[in-house]
């Protein structure tokens, strides 16, 4: 044997005596030892008490289907038990983490390549419990050194240094989760555990091309599974959904699946889509649905305020960009739903910021019940309130609306959204049409400009104002009502068809208050009104289902068929007192005065009504009629202390002529320039 053979001999056996020896140290020592400089390292590099308090070992294990030279390198397999991850002492003594057993098998020679490979992990009796207090502080942030240490680290984990981490399969007994949260009002205990067979991506989602547009790499499937239940904010909570497995967590960029279905309170939402880079989110991009008694209720649980509905249900898509440097945000694009028995479509993004969040978008209805919009100002039933369990009922002795605006709510965001509703149903009693408006909302001013109707073929435009930063709530109303045709005011009663005018108005209030009732209760300001050309008989009174002007006209006019020339009207409102400043209608052969009171505070009225016959004598009526009661339940009745004053009308004509000027603005001439209110109030000025 040649002396370089037996150099090569003597090399080779001494690698081998080293390797059996390493084998040997490695399968005799005894790793207990190692557990307190494991524990004081870990718990100084985590500023928290962590601790290996069961046994610690480690064992060979030859690698299953690698072949060639690297089935004879053995993977390490470390094994340690009762492993506690504590809490900072301020927050709470229970462990952030603590698990029976844990076995992690590490695949040493792709250390070489600067990756660190655990082809398997396995877990036993896991547990976890995550809390934050009042002041924010939790347990499951972690100290790891001061501000300048972890901008060093910051800047030296953006270095290119190559480094990646390569999970393979996991492992475990269900896991036990508890969350406490003061701020969410949140006690939540859940359970995650391995589904018992994976399911694929696209089979929850009916997604085929469900491949990340970064990777170009396929969605991981579904591995994990959980289940939830407790309180959140104060209301019943559970859920349960999926999760991927620990593909995703590999390299940077890669979308991780997640579905969920929750119930909290009356709320129930179902998401199913991915979240990218999970261990430190960047991107959501997600299905979502929701449904409720109540869209006001989301404030609840979401924080984002939204005005009080009938039940809802809503499904669109949601998306966020998590990794960027400017306000995060969230849209909810291409959302199609109903509220009540109304559709819903549109696009809103909510976004996070200072001073407030915004939330922004379009909402379009193409067939909307006009009934669903009574529980915005509080005006739906008793009977519905009761299905939804409030408390809050409307006294059955008042018709406007008494319910409080939550204003404090509208002081936590801000809003700028668009709703159109194309049509409105409303069965055949009310010529609406379309609905219109842009809702801005600024540090708990509401503003709705326009809030336009169009109805009987004309329109009401409103500028609406509520100052809820104020208290009590400070609001403004500018009306005006335009071309509204008689014809079409009541589109059942078959008797206004040969009616040619118009009706238009004016209204400017401002109250103080937090419901309809009390700003109405409050207010001042003008209304006035002009018809012109309408017809008026009882059986149209009747067929329009109004029991006063049914008895009114009945006194006046019998069952006889009357053309209204004109009808011109005049209120000052003081302190919700509104006074008639003039109401007049000048009919084919008479002309009646209303004079009197609406009392917005109490809900009474007090009218008495005046007939002059023109010409020949129509009337067998010798005293004024009265109106009296309140708005929910009208008295109407013959005055029989007095008597009709024989020219008082006349009389009364030549002390108007300022306010009756100021209607001139609301005539609207037809085809030939002149109607008859254009002689009318020209008659009222010189008179």
Known sequence: ????????????????????????????????RLKPTINQHASEALNRQVSIDGDLDVNWLWPSGDGGWRHWFPWPRIHAEDIRIGSPSEVTDADLVSLKAIDITLSPLPLFAKTLSVPA???????????????????????????????QAKDEGSKENGWTVDVGAIDFDPIDVHYRDAILAANIDATVQLLGKPIAFKELTGDDSAVSQTEGQQISDYRFGWKAEGTYR??????SGKLGGPEAFKRRGVPYPAQAEIDAGDTQVAVNG?????????????????????????????????????????????TANLGTQDALSFRYRDFDGQIGDSDIHGDLTYRMGEPRPLLKGEVISQQLRFADLAPLI???????????GETNRQPDDKLLPVEAFDAAQWKTM???????????EHGDSLPLEDIYTHVRLDDGEILLDPLRF??????????????????????????????????????????????RGELNGDATLSGTGNSVADILGSSNGDLQMLVNEGLISQNLMELAGLNVGNYVVGKLFGDEQVKINCAAANFNVTDGLAKTRFFLIDTENALVKIDGTA?????????????????????????????????????PGVDTGSLLARGAIGAFLGTVATPAAALLALVSPSADGKTPCNDFLSQIQTD
């Open 454 to 499: 169009g109805i009987a073929g004309g329109n009401l435009n409103t500028t609406l104002r509520l100052d809820g930063s104020q208290t009590p709530m400070q609001s403004r109303v500018d009306m005006h009502i335009r071309h509204l045709m008689l014809s079409r005011l009541f589109p059942d009663v078959e008797l206004m068809d040969n009616s």
């Open 234 to 239: 104060e209301q019943p909570f559970s859920g």
């Open 414 to 424: 801000d809003a700028d959204v668009k709703f159109t509703a194309k049509r409105v």
């Open 121 to 151: 992990i396995a877990l036993n009796g896991g547990e976890a419990t995550l809390m934050r207090l009042e002041d924010g502080r939790n347990n499951w942030t972690f100290d790891l050194g001061s501000n300048d240490q972890k901008d």
């Open 274 to 318: 991915t979240i990218t880079d999970p261990l430190s989110p960047q991107e959501i991009d997600m299905d979502l649905s929701f449904s409720g008694q109540n869209l006001g209720a989301l404030y609840d649980i979401i924080g984002v305020t939204l005005p009080d509905t009938p039940p809802y249900s809503t499904r669109g898509h949601l």
């Open 378 to 388: 509080g005006a739906d039933s008793n009977a519905k309130k009761a299905d939804r």
């Open 1 to 32: 044997m040649t002396q370089g053979k037996r150099i090569g001999v003597w090399v080779l056996a001494i690698v081998i005596l080293l390797m059996a020896a390493l084998v040997i140290i490695v399968a005799t020592f005894d790793w207990n």
């Open 599 to 635: 009392n917005f505070g109490n809900e009474a009225l007090d009218l008495t009504i005046e007939p002059e016959s023109k010409g020949a004598r129509v009337f067998t009526l010798r005293s004024p009629l009265y109106v009296k009661g309140t708005f929910k339940n009208p008295s």
